[in-house]
């Protein structure tokens, strides 16, 4: 069993070391001069004998690394779980982080009022003062929207006074739910010092404060993610112990929904969880009643929202997002064969054309912005949303055709969410109103009134790659499967399944807010190893030692 044992874990540190050396051998064939750079300029360099050499170099460093800093951080892990901390007023600890959270994050209301407006916000402001029924932006973000200009009309306000209320509404309910974060963590007794960081974290890293005053889908979405994962962790753990409670599958449901209705990749990430979920409670649900519960709750509710986003919206006449929404990588893998005049046979060339005209594409591609061509005016939108089996029957016959460039094409529409070298300040945080025609624009209160500028002292300026929010939970996920077992992969589905939404799917390939749902669950990447260790070594007997 022993010998089985060890096995087991050498097997995870050579797939976890092949992973990071394979990655890091294709970041450095990658060449990148920044987003919207012309196929000259951005793409990915030909892999040769030195990419080889390369990865069984970085194989044997990474493999050595891996062996010998995983008994400290199992050993410092333990000793951290097991501290049980004295019993202290929740009630006082909360006030307190509430006035400073309050007195923290009000310098940034007043700085850049009424809050920084993205081009999509404009969008759905739009449809919700015309009434337009459509998810092209989340329908749930758009119905928020009209309630807060709804508000504004009650007291005779104007729209800027409609967005500073939903954006002043938005800071309270993040705020509430990192103070019910805090509790959450005393609830699961973790240790003062990771409370005192995880709570610093949210209170203090100014991009938090920021996507609080961002006016976007991506904030709420963030919310619901962080909600979410909060019961996620709880239904993890009542698994484990055969207990699950009411309350916990109430709260993880209301997490589904949120996740599911402010992003429309939201669903997908709610079915991937879910799928995941039947998968690592199949065997306990069987026997286990409460396990069966939630199972079945989990695909009764992944039922319920298909159903609602499907023939619901259909019935009341809510228009669909764009289709082509949902081809972007393989529409930009075929838009490389074209650019790189690849492998096209003259049928497919007319195929091509039906779409777009191939000279148009041509011009419109670039390998890090799928919106070039499927907004271009030349794009056929409708004859692509009527023809898409046509489309995918394309697709894999220019794949057969094409596999290199397919390829080098994805790598590099998807280059922000995987090499960690590369980061961009577009749509990094929203610290600015877009230019409008109504009549929306940011005051700053603060500089007027104190004679300085906050905005100089928190708007970033080096932006952080996007990659290291995958590759943070990818290596966490990685360390839970190998101590606590595959299972554990189910803590990581909101994260991971963000990603990989992303991968197939992304419309450019550098941008923050499609993946700051990730930030704003950081702190688990250190929770959820203690509050598995702790639930380990309890199960087996392990007193914890008080501080």
């Known amino acids: 069993m022993e010998a089985m044992n060890s096995k087991r874990m050498i097997c995870y540190d050579c797939c976890l070391a092949a992973v990071l050396s394979l990655g890091t051998t294709i970041m450095t064939r990658v060449r990148y001069t920044g987003l919207g750079g012309p196929k000259e300029d951005n793409f990915v360099a030909r892999f040769g004998v030195s990419s080889i050499v390369l990865f069984c170099l970085l194989f044997v460093v990474f493999l050595f690394a891996i062996h010998y800093t995983n008994g400290p951080m199992k050993t410092i892990l333990a000793r951290i779980a097991l501290k049980e901390q004295r019993r202290q007023s929740r009630k006082r600890i909360i006030g307190i982080w509430a006035v400073v959270i309050v007195l923290a994050w009000i310098p ?66 993040l705020q509430c739910e990192i103070l019910y974060f805090m509790v959450w963590m005393m609830r699961h007794g973790v240790n003062r010092a990771v409370r005192i960081a995880s709570s610093s974290f949210f209170v203090f890293f100014p991009l938090v404060p920021l996507y609080a ?31 699950v409670r009411k309350r916990t599958l ?51 509710l992944a039922i319920v929202i298909s159903l609602i986003q499907g023939p619901v919206y259909n019935i009341v006449g809510i228009q669909y997002t764009a289709k082509v929404e949902n081809f972007g990588i393989p529409l930009q893998q075929i838009g490389a064969v074209v650019a790189y005049d690849g492998c096209i046979t003259e049928e497919q060339k007319e195929t091509i054309d039906r779409f777009m ?70 749509a990094y945080v929203q610290n600015f109103v877009w230019q409008n025609e109504m009549g929306i624009a940011m005051h700053d209160y603060f500089e007027e009134w104190f004679g300085f500028s906050f905005q100089h002292f928190v708007n970033p300026r080096n932006p952080i790659s996007n990659a290291w929010f995958f590759w943070i939970f990818f290596v966490a996920a990685w360390f839970c499967m190998k101590h606590y077992g595959a299972r554990a992969f189910f803590l990581f589905t909101p994260q ?27 702190p688990f990447v250190i929770v959820v190893p203690l509050l598995l260790e702790r639930t380990k070594r309890t199960g087996n007997g392990e007193e914890p030692v008080t501080e």
């Open 108 to 173: 940034y209301y007043l700085s850049y009022y009424p809050g920084g407006i993205f081009a999509d916000t404009l969008g759905s402001i739009r449809y919700a003062l015309a009434g337009d029924l459509t998810n092209r932006h989340p329908f749930f973000y758009t119905v928020l929207i009209g309630l807060s200009i709804k508000v504004a009309n009650l007291f005779h306000r104007d729209l800027t006074w409609a967005i500073g209320f939903f954006t002043a509404v938005q800071m309270l309910v």
């Open 213 to 243: 005053i961002s006016v976007w889908k991506d904030t709420p979405f963030c919310i619901a993610v962080l909600f979410w994962m909060m019961f996620a962790v709880d239904l993890y753990v009542e698994i484990i112990e055969e207990k």
């Open 250 to 300: 109430a709260g993880f449901g209301i997490g589904m929904f949120l996740v599911a209705f402010t992003r429309n990749n939201g669903i997908y990430v709610v079915i991937f969880s879910v799928v995941v979920l039947v998968i690592i409670s199949w065997s306990r649900a069987r026997r286990e009643r409460s396990c069966r519960a939630a199972v079945a709750v989990g695909i009764l």
């Open 357 to 426: 005209p191939r000279e148009a594409m041509k011009n419109s591609y670039c390998p890090t912005m799928v919106d070039t061509i499927k907004w271009a005016p030349e794009f056929d939108e409708k004859y692509f949303s009527a023809h898409i089996s046509e489309f995918l029957k394309l697709w894999l016959q220019l794949l057969k055709q094409n596999l290199a460039i397919y390829c080098k094409a994805y790598l590099m529409a998807t280059v922000g969410f995987w090499n960690v070298d590369f980061s961009s300040g577009n």
């Open 496 to 522: 991971i399944g963000v990603w990989l939404t992303l991968m197939v799917a992304t419309p450019i390939a550098v941008s923050l807010r499609y993946i700051a749902s990730n930030m704003f669950t950081l």
